[in-house]
């Protein structure tokens, strides 16, 4: 009786949106019309949310990012929003609608093959847009950066069960190694990172996406891109409605947690695979929070300027990074004019 019921769908399928096929060579056989067998590819390329993510990453990597953010978060069970988000290449404004079509591409002549296989179809946006609620390009300029948005309907397009678990990791001869966990969103991550180590990768909700962000542009990242904006609002309206034009939606009340400090930036991946692999606890070893990098950076300011009068050289940029467990202080001295 299933079977029959199967059948019956076919049918009724086929006969909606005829014509399907390009040729009937009889005897059950048929050539396909190019946006049918593309439709079948799409919906064999991308088969859970896990792969949508996967291509949004590649995406961002082949724009030679250096920072990707995911922010993710789900709306009544049934709904997945993923924004990703990062500092490479940028897309012309004029080309934000087109990169969804089938056989658009910009990598005419660097066709890539990595570890999941070829890149470089101009098919990936096109398989993610069919398989999703709502496919967009939030922001984006050349040079600038992008936020790639998608909407999935988990009924339609599953992801794993489990969510929230990291995966074990373990350090064997210097190398890290993924011993365990559900395929996930984040172990998803924790594979790509480790794949290409160069990356800074940050997952979260949207708002400890909004407060990663502007701490990234407080210390110098993301300059001159399109995400800018956020780091200079310094009023919670004005910050809920940038943010909300990427759509990383916030409440109010979240964005005047996070002018208040109150949000603290995600830990990167990078961070969290050494802590994992050390098997402590990630959330009892908060990053060093912005406020305290601020004094620092003021009483070192200080500091600096007078040993520079000794030398008649006068700090013109000073900055205080945290990575991991390093902390950098990077000066630099313009000659002071005496005369
Ligand atoms: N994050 C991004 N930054 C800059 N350009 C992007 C980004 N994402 C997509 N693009 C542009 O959109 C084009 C289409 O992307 P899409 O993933 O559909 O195809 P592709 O990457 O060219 O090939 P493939 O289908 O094998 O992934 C890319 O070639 C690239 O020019
Ligand atoms: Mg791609």
């Not at 069919?130 to 790639?148: D, F, L, N, Q």
Request: hydrophobic share 40%; charged share 30%.
């Amino acid at each position: 009786m299933k079977g029959k019921t199967k059948d019956i769908d076919f049918v009724v399928d086929s006969c909606e949106d005829l014509p399907r096929i390009e040729e009937d060579l009889g005897f059950g056989y048929v050539r396909l019309l190019v946006d049918e067998a593309e439709r079948r590819q799409a919906k064999h390329d991308i088969r859970t949310v896990e792969d949508v993510l996967i291509e949004l990453l590649r995406n961002a990597r082949d724009a030679q990012s250096k920072h990707i953010l995911v922010a993710v978060s789900t709306f009544e069970d049934s709904l997945r929003r993923i924004l990703v988000i990062d500092d490479g290449q940028g897309i012309p404004l004029g080309l934000h609608e087109k990169v969804f079509d089938s056989r658009v591409t910009s990598r005419l002549y660097n066709l890539i093959e990595d570890d999941y296989g070829v890149h470089g179809r101009g098919m990936a946006l096109y398989a993610v847009k069919e398989r999703s609620k709502e496919a967009m390009i939030t922001a984006s300029e050349e040079g600038k950066g992008t936020a790639v948005y998608v909407e999935i309907d988990l009924n339609e397009l599953p992801q794993r069960k489990d969510q929230s678990t990291w995966p074990k990791i373990v350090c064997r001869k210097g190398f890290y190694e993924i011993t365990q966990g559900p395929h996930n969103i984040l172990r998803t991550l924790v594979e790509f990172y480790l794949r290409h180590p160069s990356l800074e990768i940050f997952v979260g909700s949207p708002a400890e996406v909004v407060a990663t962000l502007r701490f990234l542009i407080d210390q110098g990242f993301f300059v001159e891109t399109v995400f800018e904006p956020l780091g200079g609002a310094n009023n919670a309206a004005e910050l809920q409605k940038i943010a909300e034009s990427f759509r990383l939606n916030i409440s109010l009340r979240n964005a005047y947690r996070i002018l208040k400090g109150e949000v603290a930036p995600v830990h990167s991946v990078r961070e969290m695979v050494d802590l994992l692999a050390e098997r402590k606890r990630p959330s009892l070893k908060p990053l060093i929070h912005l406020s305290d990098l601020k004094s620092l950076e003021k009483k070192i300011k200080k500091i600096i300027s007078e040993l520079g009068q000794k030398y008649f050289l006068s700090p013109v940029e000073l900055k205080v990074t945290h990575r991991g467990k390093k902390l950098n202080i990077s000066v630099t001295f313009e000659e002071i004019d005496n005369l």
